[in-house]
């Protein structure tokens, strides 16, 4: 692989070990003649101006912070390797006690790419478009904060495949299978499959057992509520959604690039470390 000379940190404004450790990092990457740009990962608008910049992004943060980048360097082709400073770390490749190694790798091109399917999400209102987004992990539509139920209408492909009322109904990834889907009761997949995994949310009635749909599915949500409902994607931004109103899901054409130093096989042994399944 061509190994990267521009880095752009992003550190976690909430974190001080992620601010104190970015400028390590770009301490240690500038000895070896590599640009360095450091910046806040909840700054959305400087990563976007500065991503061209950039040859690879390195999150300084937990599985947040990688969504957060990953949903802006996706569009621009950016690849991600994220240093774990958070609780689970699923998609983060490098321990704070690894890091140097892992980077030196890069730095000599020993590193492969993988890419992860995104999802987007389209809010509609009638015939008018409210929002877009893409998501790594998931997109959901659920009840808001009183705890009552909502009714979801679900359509694949046209077709009807369950009225759902429940707290809420889960679009994921196969990089999400292992986050809120997971917590709801649905598979884990490996990160590479392109599929769509529609998991409910303590359902009363409905389809009550997950749903993998294929990577091309057009995935439509209709909500009848006579109370509060959101739209949630990735669990990081959030939109009211009133009755009658329809969020389509597809696979986006944008792909999460991550850089990765482990083997291939890498994700069966961090599914056995982060689930204490040993």
């Known amino acids: 692989m061509q190994p990267p000379c521009r880095f752009g940190?992003?550190?976690?404004?909430?974190?001080?070990?992620?601010?104190?450790?970015?400028?390590e990092v770009?301490?240690?990457?500038?000895?070896?003649?590599?640009?360095?740009?450091?910046?806040?990962?909840?700054?959305?608008?400087?990563?976007?101006?500065?991503?061209?910049?950039?040859?690879?992004?390195?999150?300084?943060?937990?599985?947040?912070?990688?969504?957060?980048?990953?949903?802006?360097?996706?569009?621009?082709?950016?690849?991600?390797?994220?240093?774990?400073?958070?609780?689970?770390?699923?998609?983060?490749?490098?321990?704070?006690?690894?890091?140097?190694e892992g980077l030196a790798k890069l730095l000599v091109g020993d590193y492969w790419l993988e890419r992860r399917m995104m999802l987007?999400?389209?809010?509609?209102?009638?015939?008018?478009?409210?929002?877009?987004?893409?998501?790594?992990n998931e997109v959901v539509v659920a009840r808001g904060r009183l705890a009552?139920?909502?009714?979801?209408g679900a359509h694949a492909d046209g077709a009807e495949l369950s009225e759902y009322l429940a707290d809420g109904l889960i679009a994921a990834t196969p990089t999400g299978s292992t986050a809120y889907a997971f917590a709801a009761g649905g598979p884990i997949m490996p990160p590479t499959l392109r599929n769509?995994?529609?998991?409910?949310?303590?359902?009363?009635?409905?389809?009550?057992?997950?749903?993998?749909?294929?990577?091309?599915?057009?995935?439509?949500?209709t909500v009848d509520t006579d109370h509060e409902a959101i739209l949630s994607v990735d669990g990081?931004?959030?939109?009211?959604?009133?009755?009658?109103?329809?969020?389509?899901?597809?696979?986006?054409?944008?792909?999460?690039?991550f850089a990765r130093v482990r083997p291939q096989a890498y994700f069966y042994e961090s599914l056995s470390q982060r689930l204490r399944c040993r």
């Open 9 to 23: 940190l992003l550190h976690h404004p909430k974190i001080p070990q992620s601010q104190e450790l970015a400028r």
């Open 26 to 100: 770009a301490a240690f990457l500038a000895e070896r003649g590599c640009r360095t740009w450091i910046g806040s990962s909840w700054d959305q608008d400087a990563v976007k101006d500065r991503l061209s910049e950039q040859d690879i992004l390195v999150t300084l943060g937990g599985d947040g912070t990688i969504l957060r980048a990953a949903r802006i360097a996706a569009p621009g082709g950016k690849p991600i390797i994220g240093i774990n400073l958070g609780r689970v770390g699923f998609l983060a490749e490098l321990s704070p006690d690894e890091w140097q």
């Open 120 to 136: 987007r999400s389209e809010h509609w209102q009638g015939n008018r478009l409210q929002s877009t987004n893409l998501a790594l």
């Open 148 to 152: 009552r139920v909502v009714r979801i």
């Open 196 to 221: 769509i995994l529609l998991v409910p949310i303590a359902p009363m009635s409905g389809l009550a057992r997950p749903v993998v749909l294929s990577e091309g599915a057009e995935v439509w949500l």
């Open 236 to 257: 990081q931004w959030e939109e009211s959604l009133a009755s009658g109103d329809r969020v389509c899901v597809q696979t986006s054409h944008h792909a999460a690039l």
